[in-house]
Protein backbone atom coordinates (compact mmCIF):
# COMPACT_ATOMS: atom_id res chain seq x y z
CA UNK A 1 0.00 0.00 0.00
CA UNK A 2 1.17 3.40 -0.87
CA UNK A 3 2.05 5.80 1.94
CA UNK A 4 1.26 9.35 0.61
CA UNK A 5 3.29 10.88 3.56
CA UNK A 6 7.01 8.80 2.42
CA UNK A 7 6.20 7.79 -1.41
CA UNK A 8 6.98 10.24 -4.00
CA UNK A 9 3.56 11.71 -4.67
CA UNK A 10 1.59 10.80 -7.51
CA UNK A 11 1.75 13.12 -10.71
CA UNK A 12 -1.02 14.86 -12.54
CA UNK A 13 -4.33 16.45 -10.86
CA UNK A 14 -5.38 14.93 -8.16
CA UNK A 15 -8.30 16.79 -6.99
CA UNK A 16 -11.92 15.98 -7.09
CA UNK A 17 -13.96 17.64 -9.46
CA UNK A 18 -17.36 17.33 -8.13
CA UNK A 19 -18.02 18.03 -4.29
CA UNK A 20 -21.26 18.37 -2.52
CA UNK A 21 -21.09 20.21 1.12
CA UNK A 22 -23.74 19.14 3.28
CA UNK A 23 -24.97 21.43 5.68
CA UNK A 24 -25.82 25.17 4.75
CA UNK A 25 -24.85 27.02 7.91
CA UNK A 26 -21.85 29.20 8.08
CA UNK A 27 -18.72 26.69 8.33
CA UNK A 28 -20.39 24.50 4.99
CA UNK A 29 -21.49 27.55 3.29
CA UNK A 30 -17.68 29.09 3.59
CA UNK A 31 -16.02 25.22 2.79
CA UNK A 32 -18.69 25.49 -0.14
CA UNK A 33 -17.28 28.65 -1.33
CA UNK A 34 -13.41 28.01 -1.25
CA UNK A 35 -14.22 24.78 -3.17
CA UNK A 36 -16.32 26.71 -5.71
CA UNK A 37 -13.37 29.57 -5.99
CA UNK A 38 -11.04 26.46 -6.29
CA UNK A 39 -12.58 25.54 -9.46
CA UNK A 40 -14.84 23.01 -8.49
CA UNK A 41 -18.60 22.10 -9.66
CA UNK A 42 -20.33 22.77 -5.99
CA UNK A 43 -23.57 21.32 -4.60
CA UNK A 44 -24.79 22.58 -1.42
CA UNK A 45 -27.82 20.87 0.76
CA UNK A 46 -29.22 23.31 3.06
CA UNK A 47 -31.88 22.34 5.53
CA UNK A 48 -33.90 25.61 4.92
CA UNK A 49 -35.30 26.28 1.61
CA UNK A 50 -34.76 30.54 1.73
CA UNK A 51 -31.14 29.71 2.53
CA UNK A 52 -30.77 27.29 -0.54
CA UNK A 53 -32.86 29.90 -2.61
CA UNK A 54 -30.70 33.45 -1.93
CA UNK A 55 -27.31 31.33 -1.75
CA UNK A 56 -28.52 29.98 -5.41
CA UNK A 57 -29.77 33.42 -6.82
CA UNK A 58 -27.51 36.25 -5.01
CA UNK A 59 -24.00 34.24 -3.87
CA UNK A 60 -25.52 35.09 -0.36
CA UNK A 61 -25.96 33.33 3.19
CA UNK A 62 -28.02 35.89 4.54
CA UNK A 63 -29.21 33.66 8.04
CA UNK A 64 -25.44 32.64 9.07
CA UNK A 65 -22.88 35.14 7.04
CA UNK A 66 -24.76 37.92 6.41
CA UNK A 67 -23.44 40.57 3.41
CA UNK A 68 -20.57 38.18 2.38
CA UNK A 69 -20.26 37.49 -0.90
CA UNK A 70 -19.58 34.20 -1.61
CA UNK A 71 -18.26 32.58 -4.81
CA UNK A 72 -20.59 32.53 -7.94
CA UNK A 73 -22.29 29.55 -8.94
CA UNK A 74 -22.64 27.02 -6.01
CA UNK A 75 -25.86 25.18 -6.44
CA UNK A 76 -27.60 24.88 -2.98
CA UNK A 77 -30.76 22.95 -2.70
CA UNK A 78 -33.00 20.89 -0.13
CA UNK A 79 -32.81 17.89 -2.17
CA UNK A 80 -30.35 15.64 -0.52
CA UNK A 81 -30.51 13.47 -3.34
CA UNK A 82 -29.90 15.64 -6.11
CA UNK A 83 -27.42 17.68 -3.99
CA UNK A 84 -25.10 14.39 -4.07
CA UNK A 85 -25.61 13.63 -7.75
CA UNK A 86 -22.56 12.85 -9.67
CA UNK A 87 -20.64 13.73 -6.06
CA UNK A 88 -16.88 12.04 -5.97
CA UNK A 89 -16.13 13.92 -2.46
CA UNK A 90 -18.75 14.77 0.17
CA UNK A 91 -17.70 17.54 3.12
CA UNK A 92 -20.29 17.22 5.80
CA UNK A 93 -20.44 20.47 7.95
CA UNK A 94 -23.46 20.06 10.16
CA UNK A 95 -23.07 20.26 14.14
CA UNK A 96 -21.55 17.30 16.08
CA UNK A 97 -25.12 16.15 17.49
CA UNK A 98 -26.30 15.64 14.16
CA UNK A 99 -23.70 13.89 12.29
CA UNK A 100 -25.37 10.13 13.10
CA UNK A 101 -28.64 11.55 11.92
CA UNK A 102 -26.97 13.16 8.59
CA UNK A 103 -24.18 10.30 7.52
CA UNK A 104 -27.72 7.92 7.87
CA UNK A 105 -29.13 10.18 5.27
CA UNK A 106 -26.22 10.83 3.29
CA UNK A 107 -24.58 6.76 2.66
CA UNK A 108 -27.94 5.01 0.58
CA UNK A 109 -27.28 7.86 -1.69
CA UNK A 110 -23.61 8.23 -2.12
CA UNK A 111 -21.22 5.37 -3.36
CA UNK A 112 -19.31 3.61 -1.55
CA UNK A 113 -16.24 5.13 -3.06
CA UNK A 114 -17.25 8.31 -2.13
CA UNK A 115 -15.53 9.49 0.62
CA UNK A 116 -17.04 11.52 3.83
CA UNK A 117 -15.10 14.37 5.08
CA UNK A 118 -16.36 15.97 8.22
CA UNK A 119 -15.66 19.94 9.95
CA UNK A 120 -17.51 19.10 12.71
CA UNK A 121 -15.76 19.19 16.56
CA UNK A 122 -16.88 17.55 18.89
CA UNK A 123 -17.14 13.50 20.61
CA UNK A 124 -20.61 11.90 20.79
CA UNK A 125 -22.42 11.15 24.03
CA UNK A 126 -22.67 7.74 25.30
CA UNK A 127 -20.57 6.49 22.67
CA UNK A 128 -17.72 8.61 23.55
CA UNK A 129 -16.58 8.27 19.21
CA UNK A 130 -15.16 10.80 17.34
CA UNK A 131 -17.17 12.42 14.69
CA UNK A 132 -15.48 10.09 11.74
CA UNK A 133 -15.72 7.17 14.08
CA UNK A 134 -19.54 7.87 14.00
CA UNK A 135 -18.97 8.10 10.25
CA UNK A 136 -17.61 5.25 9.82
CA UNK A 137 -20.45 2.97 11.94
CA UNK A 138 -23.01 4.19 9.81
CA UNK A 139 -20.69 3.64 6.36
CA UNK A 140 -18.41 0.84 6.81
CA UNK A 141 -15.71 0.59 4.26
CA UNK A 142 -15.91 4.09 3.11
CA UNK A 143 -12.80 6.66 3.77
CA UNK A 144 -13.78 9.30 6.32
CA UNK A 145 -11.79 12.04 6.59
CA UNK A 146 -11.86 15.30 8.92
CA UNK A 147 -11.20 18.58 8.28
CA UNK A 148 -9.93 20.92 11.08
CA UNK A 149 -7.68 23.96 12.03
CA UNK A 150 -8.04 27.65 13.29
CA UNK A 151 -11.03 28.67 10.77
CA UNK A 152 -13.85 31.15 11.57
CA UNK A 153 -16.23 30.74 8.65
CA UNK A 154 -16.82 34.06 8.57
CA UNK A 155 -12.95 35.09 7.34
CA UNK A 156 -12.60 32.08 5.40
CA UNK A 157 -15.88 32.75 3.31
CA UNK A 158 -14.41 36.51 2.64
CA UNK A 159 -11.93 35.06 1.13
CA UNK A 160 -9.29 35.88 3.91
CA UNK A 161 -5.85 33.46 4.23
CA UNK A 162 -6.73 30.58 5.94
CA UNK A 163 -4.83 27.19 7.01
CA UNK A 164 -6.17 23.64 7.52
CA UNK A 165 -5.12 20.16 8.32
CA UNK A 166 -7.02 17.41 6.96
CA UNK A 167 -6.97 13.61 7.55
CA UNK A 168 -8.62 10.43 7.09
CA UNK A 169 -9.25 6.43 7.00
CA UNK A 170 -8.32 4.03 4.44
CA UNK A 171 -11.39 3.02 3.72
CA UNK A 172 -11.57 0.33 0.90
CA UNK A 173 -11.02 2.02 -2.07
CA UNK A 174 -8.50 4.52 -1.23
CA UNK A 175 -4.86 4.14 0.68
CA UNK A 176 -4.59 6.06 3.99
CA UNK A 177 -3.79 9.77 3.04
CA UNK A 178 -4.55 9.35 -0.80
CA UNK A 179 -8.15 10.86 -0.27
CA UNK A 180 -6.77 13.33 2.30
CA UNK A 181 -4.37 14.78 -0.24
CA UNK A 182 -6.74 14.72 -2.99
CA UNK A 183 -9.15 16.91 -0.43
CA UNK A 184 -6.12 19.37 0.20
CA UNK A 185 -5.47 19.49 -3.40
CA UNK A 186 -9.44 20.02 -4.13
CA UNK A 187 -9.85 23.14 -1.95
CA UNK A 188 -6.03 25.00 -2.34
CA UNK A 189 -6.69 28.21 -3.71
CA UNK A 190 -4.54 31.28 -3.03
CA UNK A 191 -6.03 32.46 0.35
CA UNK A 192 -7.08 28.60 1.47
CA UNK A 193 -4.29 25.93 2.32
CA UNK A 194 -4.58 22.79 3.24
CA UNK A 195 -2.08 20.46 5.27
CA UNK A 196 -2.41 16.62 5.45
CA UNK A 197 -2.41 14.39 8.39
CA UNK A 198 -1.83 10.84 8.97
CA UNK A 199 -2.97 11.27 12.53
CA UNK A 200 -6.68 11.53 12.33
CA UNK A 201 -7.44 10.70 15.60
CA UNK A 202 -4.62 13.82 16.87
CA UNK A 203 -6.30 15.93 14.29
CA UNK A 204 -10.10 15.41 15.69
CA UNK A 205 -9.25 15.44 18.94
CA UNK A 206 -7.82 18.65 19.14
CA UNK A 207 -11.05 20.26 17.51
CA UNK A 208 -13.48 18.69 20.28
CA UNK A 209 -11.61 19.90 23.31
CA UNK A 210 -10.33 22.91 22.42
CA UNK A 211 -13.94 24.47 22.33
CA UNK A 212 -14.05 23.64 25.88
CA UNK A 213 -10.72 25.52 27.12
CA UNK A 214 -11.88 28.26 24.83
CA UNK A 215 -15.56 28.65 27.14
CA UNK A 216 -13.30 28.23 30.12
CA UNK A 217 -10.99 31.43 28.92
CA UNK A 218 -13.89 32.87 28.00
CA UNK A 219 -15.86 33.01 31.50
CA UNK A 220 -12.29 33.88 33.28
CA UNK A 221 -12.29 36.81 30.44
CA UNK A 222 -16.00 37.73 30.90
CA UNK A 223 -15.01 37.92 35.12
CA UNK A 224 -12.44 40.19 34.65
CA UNK A 225 -9.18 38.64 35.27
CA UNK A 226 -6.25 39.02 33.36
CA UNK A 227 -4.33 37.82 30.20
CA UNK A 228 -1.63 36.01 32.23
CA UNK A 229 -4.44 33.70 33.23
CA UNK A 230 -6.12 33.62 29.94
CA UNK A 231 -2.23 32.40 28.48
CA UNK A 232 -2.08 29.80 31.64
CA UNK A 233 -5.22 28.23 30.24
CA UNK A 234 -4.55 27.62 26.68
CA UNK A 235 -1.16 26.18 27.58
CA UNK A 236 -2.43 23.74 30.37
CA UNK A 237 -5.62 23.19 27.81
CA UNK A 238 -3.25 22.06 25.43
CA UNK A 239 -1.52 19.89 27.73
CA UNK A 240 -5.10 18.52 28.48
CA UNK A 241 -5.62 17.81 24.71
CA UNK A 242 -1.96 16.09 24.39
CA UNK A 243 -2.80 13.88 27.14
CA UNK A 244 -6.23 12.73 25.81
CA UNK A 245 -4.65 12.76 22.35
CA UNK A 246 -2.10 10.06 23.19
CA UNK A 247 -4.54 7.79 25.20
CA UNK A 248 -6.71 7.75 22.41
CA UNK A 249 -3.63 6.25 20.30
CA UNK A 250 -2.70 10.09 18.56
CA UNK A 251 0.49 11.77 18.35
CA UNK A 252 1.42 14.57 20.59
CA UNK A 253 2.81 16.55 17.36
CA UNK A 254 -0.67 16.63 15.90
CA UNK A 255 -1.78 18.57 19.01
CA UNK A 256 1.10 21.39 18.41
CA UNK A 257 0.01 21.58 15.12
CA UNK A 258 -3.03 23.47 13.63
CA UNK A 259 -5.80 21.48 14.10
CA UNK A 260 -4.22 21.31 18.11
CA UNK A 261 -2.61 24.79 18.86
CA UNK A 262 -3.73 27.12 16.22
CA UNK A 263 -7.13 26.39 16.57
CA UNK A 264 -6.82 26.74 21.01
CA UNK A 265 -4.81 30.20 20.19
CA UNK A 266 -7.59 31.57 17.97
CA UNK A 267 -10.72 30.20 19.02
CA UNK A 268 -9.30 31.32 23.05
CA UNK A 269 -8.64 34.80 22.00
CA UNK A 270 -11.64 36.13 20.22
CA UNK A 271 -14.62 37.56 20.14
CA UNK A 272 -15.64 35.94 17.03
CA UNK A 273 -15.72 32.27 18.51
CA UNK A 274 -19.01 31.13 19.60
CA UNK A 275 -17.43 28.87 22.36
CA UNK A 276 -15.22 32.15 23.89
CA UNK A 277 -18.04 34.88 23.71
CA UNK A 278 -20.61 32.44 25.77
CA UNK A 279 -18.22 31.82 28.45
CA UNK A 280 -17.65 35.20 28.03
CA UNK A 281 -21.05 36.10 28.08
CA UNK A 282 -21.24 33.64 31.65
CA UNK A 283 -18.63 34.34 33.21
CA UNK A 284 -20.37 38.33 33.09
CA UNK A 285 -23.16 37.20 34.84
CA UNK A 286 -25.69 36.31 32.52
CA UNK A 287 -27.53 32.66 32.70
CA UNK A 288 -27.81 29.87 30.59
CA UNK A 289 -30.86 31.15 29.28
CA UNK A 290 -29.84 34.72 28.25
CA UNK A 291 -26.75 33.92 26.30
CA UNK A 292 -27.08 35.15 22.94
CA UNK A 293 -30.36 37.25 23.83
CA UNK A 294 -31.69 34.05 23.97
CA UNK A 295 -30.99 32.94 20.27
CA UNK A 296 -29.99 29.12 19.81
CA UNK A 297 -26.36 29.22 19.03
CA UNK A 298 -24.11 26.32 17.80
CA UNK A 299 -21.62 26.11 21.04
CA UNK A 300 -19.82 22.57 20.61
CA UNK A 301 -18.09 23.52 23.89
CA UNK A 302 -20.52 23.28 26.25
CA UNK A 303 -22.03 19.48 25.11
CA UNK A 304 -18.51 18.49 24.76
CA UNK A 305 -17.54 19.66 27.71
CA UNK A 306 -19.28 16.54 29.06
CA UNK A 307 -18.46 14.34 26.24
CA UNK A 308 -14.48 14.99 26.65
CA UNK A 309 -14.50 14.39 30.06
CA UNK A 310 -16.60 11.27 29.88
CA UNK A 311 -14.02 9.76 27.67
CA UNK A 312 -10.86 11.09 29.72
CA UNK A 313 -12.58 9.58 32.97
CA UNK A 314 -13.44 6.18 30.74
CA UNK A 315 -9.06 6.24 30.25
CA UNK A 316 -8.53 7.35 33.96
CA UNK A 317 -7.20 11.08 32.70
CA UNK A 318 -7.97 13.85 34.46
CA UNK A 319 -8.57 16.94 32.61
CA UNK A 320 -8.95 19.96 35.04
CA UNK A 321 -9.92 22.67 32.83
CA UNK A 322 -12.87 20.56 30.91
CA UNK A 323 -13.53 19.43 34.17
CA UNK A 324 -13.91 22.99 35.82
CA UNK A 325 -16.18 23.91 32.41
CA UNK A 326 -18.66 20.80 32.94
CA UNK A 327 -19.06 21.57 36.60
CA UNK A 328 -20.61 24.95 35.56
CA UNK A 329 -22.48 24.02 32.25
CA UNK A 330 -23.63 20.63 33.70
CA UNK A 331 -23.72 20.57 37.38
CA UNK A 332 -24.76 24.46 37.60
CA UNK A 333 -21.86 25.23 39.48
CA UNK A 334 -20.98 29.40 40.68
CA UNK A 335 -17.80 29.86 38.14
CA UNK A 336 -15.46 31.61 40.92
CA UNK A 337 -16.22 28.99 43.00
CA UNK A 338 -15.56 26.09 40.57
CA UNK A 339 -12.44 27.85 39.56
CA UNK A 340 -11.19 28.60 42.86
CA UNK A 341 -11.26 24.75 42.84
CA UNK A 342 -9.36 24.32 39.79
CA UNK A 343 -6.74 27.05 40.59
CA UNK A 344 -6.07 26.07 44.45
CA UNK A 345 -5.74 21.79 43.50
CA UNK A 346 -2.43 20.34 44.18
CA UNK A 347 0.95 22.13 43.05
CA UNK A 348 2.01 19.50 40.46
CA UNK A 349 4.68 19.01 37.23
CA UNK A 350 4.58 20.44 34.06
CA UNK A 351 4.44 17.71 32.41
CA UNK A 352 2.51 15.91 34.70
CA UNK A 353 4.83 12.70 34.02
CA UNK A 354 7.18 14.32 36.42
CA UNK A 355 5.37 12.66 39.70
CA UNK A 356 5.38 15.26 42.15
CA UNK A 357 2.11 16.33 44.16
CA UNK A 358 1.74 18.95 47.16
CA UNK A 359 -1.39 20.36 48.71
CA UNK A 360 -1.37 23.70 47.49
CA UNK A 361 -0.43 25.63 50.84
CA UNK A 362 -2.93 28.42 50.11
CA UNK A 363 -6.03 26.99 49.10
CA UNK A 364 -8.45 28.55 51.14
CA UNK A 365 -7.49 31.59 50.78
CA UNK A 366 -7.81 31.20 46.97
CA UNK A 367 -11.46 29.86 47.76
CA UNK A 368 -11.76 33.18 49.76
CA UNK A 369 -10.59 35.47 46.80
CA UNK A 370 -11.92 34.09 44.35
CA UNK A 371 -15.22 31.63 45.37
CA UNK A 372 -18.41 32.45 47.35
CA UNK A 373 -16.14 34.02 50.07
CA UNK A 374 -14.88 36.70 47.87
CA UNK A 375 -15.54 40.25 48.53
N1 LIG B 1 -18.43 28.46 12.13
C1 LIG B 1 -17.13 28.22 12.12
O1 LIG B 1 -16.33 29.16 12.09
C2 LIG B 1 -16.63 26.82 12.15
C3 LIG B 1 -17.43 25.76 12.54
N2 LIG B 1 -16.92 24.50 12.60
C4 LIG B 1 -17.72 23.37 13.02
O2 LIG B 1 -18.67 23.08 12.01
C5 LIG B 1 -19.85 22.51 12.60
C6 LIG B 1 -21.05 23.27 12.09
O3 LIG B 1 -20.91 24.60 12.57
P1 LIG B 1 -21.47 25.88 11.82
O4 LIG B 1 -21.58 25.68 10.35
O5 LIG B 1 -20.66 27.01 12.27
O6 LIG B 1 -22.90 25.96 12.49
P2 LIG B 1 -24.10 26.91 12.08
O7 LIG B 1 -24.94 27.11 13.28
O8 LIG B 1 -23.60 28.10 11.36
O9 LIG B 1 -24.90 26.02 11.03
C7 LIG B 1 -25.38 24.77 11.35
C8 LIG B 1 -26.01 24.18 10.08
O10 LIG B 1 -26.39 22.84 10.36
C9 LIG B 1 -27.81 22.74 10.21
N3 LIG B 1 -28.28 21.88 11.28
C10 LIG B 1 -28.42 22.17 12.58
N4 LIG B 1 -28.88 21.11 13.25
C11 LIG B 1 -29.05 20.14 12.34
C12 LIG B 1 -29.52 18.82 12.39
N5 LIG B 1 -29.92 18.27 13.53
N6 LIG B 1 -29.54 18.11 11.24
C13 LIG B 1 -29.14 18.64 10.09
N7 LIG B 1 -28.69 19.91 9.97
C14 LIG B 1 -28.65 20.62 11.08
C15 LIG B 1 -28.38 24.13 10.30
O11 LIG B 1 -29.58 24.22 9.57
C16 LIG B 1 -27.25 24.93 9.67
O12 LIG B 1 -27.34 24.88 8.28
C17 LIG B 1 -19.66 22.60 14.12
O13 LIG B 1 -19.24 21.35 14.61
C18 LIG B 1 -18.54 23.63 14.29
O14 LIG B 1 -17.75 23.40 15.43
C19 LIG B 1 -15.64 24.22 12.24
C20 LIG B 1 -14.81 25.23 11.83
C21 LIG B 1 -15.23 26.60 11.75
O1 LIG C 1 -13.97 26.09 15.23
C1 LIG C 1 -13.96 27.28 15.05
C2 LIG C 1 -12.78 28.00 14.58
O2 LIG C 1 -11.76 27.13 14.18
C3 LIG C 1 -15.16 28.07 15.33
O3 LIG C 1 -15.18 28.33 16.68
P1 LIG C 1 -16.56 28.60 17.43
O4 LIG C 1 -17.41 27.37 17.22
O5 LIG C 1 -16.19 28.83 18.84
O6 LIG C 1 -17.16 29.82 16.79
Redesign the pocket.
Known amino acids: MPDMLHDEPPEGDLSYQRICVV??????T?LASVAKHAGRDVSLW???AQ?AQAISERGENPS?LKGISLAEGIRATTDMAQALQGAEAILL??????IR??TRAIAPLAPLDCPIFT????IEAGSGLLMTGIMAEETPGRTIGAI?GP????ETAADQPTAVTIACTSGLVEPSAMAAARMAATLTTDSFRPYISNDLVGVEIG?AVK?VIAIACGMLHGAGYGENLRAALITRGLAEIKELAVAMGGLRETVTGLSGMGDLMLTCSSPKS?NFSYGTQRGSGLSEEQVFDGRP??V?GRTNAVTVTDLARSKQLHMPICEMVRSIVSDGREIGEAFADYWSSPIEGEPRAINFKIPHPASSAAHHRYGRGRE
Open positions: GGGAWGACRNTYITPSVSEMGAKGSTFAVGNRVVE
